[in-house]
């Protein structure tokens, strides 16, 4: 894909769906105040997800610093929430998404806009998610890139340029991810029956999405400038968060029509491989297994489900 000409119509609305984290949105929202380009026009949209905690006091305490909409979506579940954004933001050509637990660098909004200008022709865009850890970092965590323990970690790299996305590069991550309104006409919205819903660490909702643009023929540019911090909570790292997050997987694998089914020998083998990892002092590998584990419990549940 090449780059076209510039437009002079972009409509920019950025999206954050939350559920009881007033403390964890304040501060994100007061990085979202220093962000560079806010001279240029532009909506904040947060959707509060059936929070019962402080949320909406939050966002009409920093309103005046920022051109911000409270919105309530009383389904639970982040994909019930990024409907409800999608409906309402209509008259936007680009929906800019973002979670309540991360940090935006100043120029994230700016260089997604640089983006959205240089590539017009575009569905979807995935910005660089950077995890930091606010307990500092475990000391078993070896190796961020790790396939599962990245989308754990909710790791996104994939350089610092600003290009199209390769063939068969990884799909965005819902830190931030961006979608032209052209694209959301066309591909509709998120599944309800995958991701967040509550405390159920839900999967898929934005891969499936992305597959299905895909398969419309909707092209995708990787902002590779800008970037997101995104805090690791040390409740996510237990093994029981493990287990349940590969069991999620599991589950929205099946969902998103994979025919591959349980294997209890699979488990055996996942097992063995994770002891021996530990043995060798190799806590990150031997965590990727039990979410391995996890995965074939979850593919066994949805399969049963269905039978």
């Given amino acids: 894909m090449t780059p076209h000409a510039v437009t002079n119509s972009l409509r920019l609305a950025v999206v954050l769906c939350t559920y009881n984290r007033a403390e964890s949105l304040r ?27 402080a949320t909406k006091d939050v966002v009409l305490s920093l309103s005046d610093r920022l051109p911000v909409t409270y919105c309530f979506e ?13 409906r309402v933001t209509r008259e936007f050509t680009h929906l800019l998404f973002t979670d309540d637990d991360v940090h935006v660098d100043s120029n994230w909004l700016a260089q997604y806009r640089e983006a959205f200008e240089r590539y017009p022709a575009a569905g979807y865009f995935g910005g660089r998610v950077i995890p930091f850890y606010p307990a500092g970092k475990p000391r078993w965590l070896h190796d961020e890139s790790l396939a599962l323990i990245d989308g754990l970690l909710v790791r996104f790299h994939l350089g610092e340029a600003i290009r199209p996305f390769a063939a068969n590069e990884q799909t965005p991550f819902g830190a931030s991810f961006a979608l032209s309104r052209r694209c959301v006409d066309r591909v509709g919205e998120f599944r309800t029956d995958l991701g967040v ?29 800008a970037i997101v911090n ?9 093994f029981g968060y493990l287990y349940r997050y590969g069991i999620q997987k599991g589950i929205a694998a099946r969902r998103m029509g994979s025919t591959q089914r349980a294997s209890f020998l699979r488990v055996l083998s996942f097992a063995s491989r994770g002891l021996f990892q530990l043995a060798k002092g190799r806590g990150d590998r031997m965590r990727q297994c039990l979410i391995n584990i996890g995965i074939e419990r979850g593919l066994s549940l949805e399969s049963s489900r269905n039978a």
Avoid: C
């Fill in 230 to 238: 995104h805090a690791t909570d040390p409740r996510r790292l237990t």
């Fill in 197 to 225: 819903k509550g405390g159920i660490p839900g999967r898929g909702e934005e891969a499936d999405y992305m597959e299905r643009a895909i398969a419309l023929g909707e092209t995708g540019i990787y902002v590779g400038s």
């Fill in 74 to 86: 009383p389904e639970q579940g982040l994909s019930a929430a990024r409907n409800h954004a999608l």
């Fill in 27 to 53: 501060e994100v929202l007061q990085s979202m105040v220093a962000l560079h380009g806010l001279d240029r026009p532009w909506q904040l949209f947060v959707i509060d997800n059936n929070s019962r905690d």
